[in-house]
């Protein structure tokens, strides 16, 4: 089967992000409204139901650092939204100026992944894997909705290493020497109009940190940040052009 290439505007904006008193429980979530907010025993959950974001795509990262970067460990959970569009990690998470760079490994509810590779403002690699800018299917993944995933990232320093592990099995790995440590978080990506269906069913993601833990860093502080428009991807608009 076929999926759609995650093509999308990447536009950053403000977000509404609660952290502190974590007294909403892991099973509410809000009825309305977009943002990042913190939940029960660990986890984030990315909420929108908005109307103004279709075809966008948020990350936001916490204020710790790795360099070089060891193991970056997250479990998902996509709860509803568009199937086929992606959630996952950043990791390798640097800031240029205004601008951020890192690396993206998500995935989707039908067993596909993306590796990607984001630099300067515009500029996207996909699918470092192969290099054919084409999603990639694992039978280690969990496919559906409220399934956890565990993604794992470990960098090899010595030899510029990426591997990539879905629920503790080894799947693959990509060489590449652009980013060898920084920050990491969370991604998530919403569906065009026709794709979505907001604002009765929000794109409404989980997230949860294992690697590196809390109590290896200074801060625990979620960030998010602004951006301007960009296509993410020279993919399918070029061919199209």
Same mark, same amino acid.
């Given at each position: 089967?076929?999926?759609?290439?995650?093509?999308l505007?990447?536009?950053?904006?403000?977000l509404?992000?609660?952290?502190?008193?974590?007294? /909403? +429980?892991?099973?509410?979530?809000?009825?309305?409204?977009?943002?990042? %907010?913190?939940?029960k025993?660990?986890?984030?959950?990315?909420?929108? *139901?908005?109307?103004?974001v279709?075809?966008?795509? %948020?990350?936001?990262?916490?204020?710790?650092?790795?360099?070089?970067m060891? &193991?970056?460990e997250?479990?998902v959970?996509?709860i509803?939204? *568009?199937?086929?569009?992606?959630?996952?990690i950043?990791?390798?998470?640097?800031? =240029?100026?205004?601008?951020?760079e890192?690396y993206?490994l &998500?995935?989707?509810?039908h067993?596909?992944?993306?590796?990607?590779?984001?630099?300067?403002?515009?500029?996207?690699?996909?699918?470092?894997?192969?290099?054919?800018?084409?999603?990639?299917?694992?039978d280690?993944?969990?496919?559906?909705?409220?399934?956890?995933?565990?993604?794992?990232?470990?960098?090899?320093?010595?030899?510029?290493? %990426?591997k =990539?592990?879905?629920?503790?099995?080894?799947?693959?790995s990509?060489e590449?020497?652009t980013f060898?440590?920084?920050?990491f978080?969370y991604?998530?990506s919403?569906? /065009?109009?026709?794709e979505?269906?907001?604002?009765?069913?929000?794109?409404?993601?989980?997230?949860?940190?294992? /690697?590196? #833990?809390? #109590?290896?860093?200074?801060?625990? /502080?979620?960030?998010?940040?602004?951006f301007?428009?960009?296509?993410? +991807?020279?993919?399918?608009?070029?061919?199209?052009?």
């Amino acid at each position: 089967m076929k999926f759609r290439k995650s093509c999308l505007l990447l536009l950053l904006v403000s977000l509404l992000f609660t952290v502190g008193c974590g007294k /909403q +429980s892991s099973s509410s979530k809000p009825k309305e409204g977009h943002g990042w %907010f913190a939940e029960k025993d660990g986890w984030v959950r990315f909420y929108t *139901n908005s109307k103004e974001v279709y075809g966008w795509g %948020f990350w936001a990262w916490d204020d710790i650092e790795e360099n070089p970067m060891k &193991i970056v460990e997250t479990s998902v959970k996509k709860i509803s939204g *568009n199937p086929d569009y992606g959630y996952g990690i950043v990791f390798c998470l640097r800031k =240029i100026s205004e601008e951020t760079e890192f690396y993206r490994l &998500i995935i989707n509810t039908h067993g596909y992944y993306l590796v990607s590779k984001k630099v300067n403002v515009d500029e996207w690699t996909h699918d470092l894997v192969d290099d054919d800018n084409e999603w990639n299917y694992t039978d280690k993944l969990y496919k559906g909705y409220n399934v956890e995933n565990k993604i794992k990232v470990e960098y090899d320093s010595t030899t510029n290493t %990426f591997k =990539i592990y879905f629920n503790d099995k080894y799947v693959t790995s990509f060489e590449d020497s652009t980013f060898t440590g920084g920050k990491f978080g969370y991604y998530a990506s919403v569906g /065009q109009k026709e794709e979505e269906n907001f604002p009765k069913t929000p794109v409404n993601i989980l997230f949860k940190q294992h /690697q590196p #833990t809390k #109590t290896q860093t200074k801060s625990s /502080q979620i960030s998010t940040h602004r951006f301007e428009p960009l296509f993410d +991807s020279a993919s399918e608009k070029a061919r199209n052009d």
